[in-house]
């Protein structure tokens, strides 16, 4: 296992570059530690596939280094770097048996033949195909061959990393799952660093440790869940991260308080005079319908009953407010007011978070 | 008008697709098919389309016997999972070509096109190639075409199922929004649970070829008929646990065990059943002086940054809770788990629901 250092790192498709406009990858430095699982978060466009492909050696990037355990492995090959890699479509070979396809790198490697055959079994075990494992893989679902690719992906112990991108997307929901679980009681099992590339909010929450979100070329934020879900740094992250979204609303800030449309609500710590375009964040887990006279009056405009909770959509002269009201929860006519919990209100400068000031 | 399937089936190389079915499909209407790949979702559709031929049954349109006429003769839009667009055409003329073939006046088509481009935020890219869109864009292009189309009958197959996360969110909040508009019938299949509550209106949910439960979303949700469909509609997956009725006793094992002389669970017969419950239902906290108290050892847990799944192993049996807040709990360990009366579920051996869940009953 590896830490991987990303030093100064940038990539632009262009010969030439001239702007930051011009980098599908803007300038990057940063230490993934030793044993820690990764996800790479982001919209199609976003860049984080550029970044996974420098760190396999799929691509050289054409600004700084990448090194593995302070290695410079800038231009080696995929083949030097001893990493394992899930792809979003199974590979598999169908001519070869679901066992012989998982011992194949080990095979490659002329690993132990009793060592193979007790790892083999062991990675079976863990993708639930010991039944599957002396037929051919022709034939098999997709499902069943992307687990083989998973498989595969896990069976060497000794790799520097293990990466996947986006391993999930053609698997069934409950199947999903399973496989997720099983990746995730597997890096506590083994402690391989992961980085793991995906779109899928849920994906990336539940599998990483830490998880790098990546907008427009540039990562925005890397934190724990719950530093993204609390404290989101820059709007991209509150809206991409959370369904629904954050809502954001223009405001004037002023100390402790903020004027919204008119409407004046206290935002329980001070925020100075925050420059630039001024913007509040209130995820719709902090946000509530109320029957009195605080908060902001709003429209109804429809209800979604998504089962374990309700979405109510709420309109703001003319901008969308999303409440969450729970499962067994009633929502009366006269609830005509939208009330923000302070503890989850968060104020933006032209789109980036202001730390509230010390109390 | 109205769209019924009396019966039909369909087998295909000695394998039955579908199972006979019945099956009545409103105007105006969304009808969501819920179940996992290779359940019979597409081939339902296939049939409705009249791209597939039953073995029996018959297909009735609007009163008339359709069964055996050919899709080009019927008013039907389909929408596929893969984005289909003439990629040597503009956007507007991909929008338009349904409208050309029917031989419309151009007038009648630039309205048309027009409004769906503007419903489908593409009114800038109207001058663009499909292929210079990006992939929600060119899904949103083929949706357009499906409604100026103006057909009775609109199928959409895992439309979305190829996007990004976050603009499938967005499309999904306003496609129902566009086809209540429409007044046509909408189909759309679809493997996730989520999207079926969000896409509110009707759902069928299908399993190995049948329908196992068909009604408005939120009952087939809460209150399945059997466990298969509770199993289809549960994202993470529902939890089960045998019980065994004896007397006025309800056993759910580890000395755990509910009073059946009166409410929800008077009038079970003596016998082993299966318990039902979601993960939102289990709880850390004993929030009611009856709850139901079991301990399992924790596997995993999963942290979304609001809530966290914890996977508990209960005697052999795997289950999900799905807990409030950021719990950082010690994998390994023994964990205590709660569980309201109200929310159990009570299947018979065959699957069949003997008693939903009162809380579901109650509303």
């Known amino acids: 296992m590896a830490k991987i250092t990303l030093d100064n790192l940038a990539h632009s ?24 699982a990764y996800a790479l978060l982001g919209a199609s466009g976003c860049g984080k596939s550029t970044l996974l492909n420098i760190i396999s ?20 090959p995929t083949t030097e770097r001893n990493i394992a890699q899930v792809f979003q479509f199974p590979v598999v070979y169908d001519t070869m048996t679901v066992r012989e396809n998982l011992a194949f790198p080990l095979r490659n490697r002329g690993a132990d033949p009793a060592y193979i055959k007790e790892r083999v079994q062991q990675i079976a075990a863990m993708i639930g195909m010991e039944d599957t494992l002396n037929r051919k893989a022709r034939g098999l679902t997709a499902d069943a061959k992307q687990k083989i690719s998973l498989g595969r992906g896990m069976v060497r112990e000794d790799v520097n990393a293990l990466l996947f991108d986006e391993p999930l997307t053609v698997i069934d929901p409950h199947m999903k799952w399973e496989l997720r679980t099983q990746l995730k009681s597997l890096h506590h099992q083994f402690g391989h660093t992961m980085i793991y590339v995906t779109h899928d909010q849920t994906e990336a929450l539940t599998f990483a440790d830490k998880v790098v979100v990546m907008y427009d070329g540039r990562v925005v934020q890397m934190g724990t869940p719950q530093e993204l879900f609390e404290k989101p740094a820059h709007t991209f992250v509150g809206y991409f991260i959370g369904s629904p979204g954050m809502n954001v609303l223009d405001a004037e800030v002023k100390g402790d308080t903020a004027i919204i449309g008119g409407n004046q609500i206290a935002l329980g710590a001070g925020f100075g005079s925050p420059k630039g375009k001024v913007e509040l964040g209130v995820r719709p887990e902090f946000t509530s319908l109320s029957a009195g006279d605080a908060g902001l009056p709003v429209t109804i405009k429809r209800v979604e009953d998504v089962g374990r909770h309700k979405i109510v959509r709420a309109d703001y002269q003319g901008t969308p407010i999303n409440v969450l009201v729970g499962e067994g929860e009633n929502i009366s006519p006269d609830m005509n007011r939208v009330v923000f919990d302070t503890a989850g209100v968060n104020v933006y400068s032209d789109s980036w978070r202001v730390a509230p000031q010390a109390a | 008008m109205s769209l019924i399937l009396e019966g039909v089936s369909k087998v295909m190389n000695g394998q039955t697709h579908i199972h006979p079915t019945d099956l009545t499909l409103q105007s105006g209407t969304m009808n969501v098919l819920l179940g996992p790949t290779s359940s019979g ?6 049939l409705m389309a009249g791209l597939d031929v039953p073995n029996t049954g018959k297909v009735i349109w609007d009163g008339n016997d359709v069964t055996g006429m050919r899709v080009q003769d019927r008013g039907v839009a389909m929408v596929y999972q893969q984005f289909i667009n003439y990629p040597s055409m503009t956007v507007y003329d991909n929008i338009a070509s349904p409208m050309r073939l029917l031989k419309q006046s151009a007038d009648q088509i630039d309205t048309a096109v027009r409004k769906a481009a503007d419903l489908m935020q593409l009114s800038p890219y109207l001058d663009r190639k499909p292929l210079e869109l990006s992939g929600g864009q060119q899904q949103r292009c083929a949706l357009a075409r499906a409604l100026v189309k103006d057909a009775g009958l609109v199928l959409l197959d895992e ?27 909408f189909v759309y299949a679809t493997t996730e649970p989520e999207e079926a509550l969000l896409l509110g209106g009707n759902t069928a949910t299908i399993w190995e070829g049948r329908i196992t439960q068909f009604d408005k979303t939120p009952i087939v949700y809460r209150q399945p008929v059997d466990a298969t469909t509770a199993r289809v509609f549960s994202d993470p997956p529902m939890n089960f646990i045998n019980v065994q009725k004896t007397g006025s006793d309800l056993d759910f094992g580890d000395g755990q065990s509910v009073s059946t002389a009166s409410g929800a669970f008077a009038g079970l017969a003596d016998g082993n059943y299966i318990a039902g419950f979601r ?14 108290s079991f301990t399992g050892k924790l596997m995993v847990t999963e942290i979304t940054g609001s809530e966290t799944f914890v996977h508990i192993d209960h ?21 205590n788990v709660y569980l309201d009366q109200s929310h159990v579920y009570i299947f018979a051996q065959d699957g069949t629901s003997v008693a939903p869940a009162s809380y579901a009953t109650a509303a």
């Open chain 1, 57 to 76: 050696g799929l691509l050289h990037p054409s600004q700084g280094r990448i090194l593995f355990n302070d290695k410079d492995v800038t231009m080696a």
């Open chain 2, 315 to 335: 005697h052999g049996e795997n289950w999900v809770g799905l807990v409030h807040g950021v719990k950082n709990l010690e994998i390994g360990a023994d964990l």
């Open chain 1, 13 to 36: 498709y262009l010969p030439n570059p001239k702007s930051e406009d011009d980098f599908a990858l803007k300038e990057l430095n940063h230490d993934w530690v030793d044993g820690e």
């Open chain 2, 279 to 292: 993960p939102n239902h289990l709880k850390l906290e004993k929030e009611t002086s009856s709850a139901l």
């Open chain 2, 41 to 46: 979702k597409t081939s339902l559709m296939r």
């Open chain 2, 159 to 185: 439309p979305l199922a190829n996007l990004d996360y976050k603009l499938r969110e967005e499309l999904r909040a306003e496609i129902p929004k566009i086809f209540e508009e429409a007044g046509s019938i």
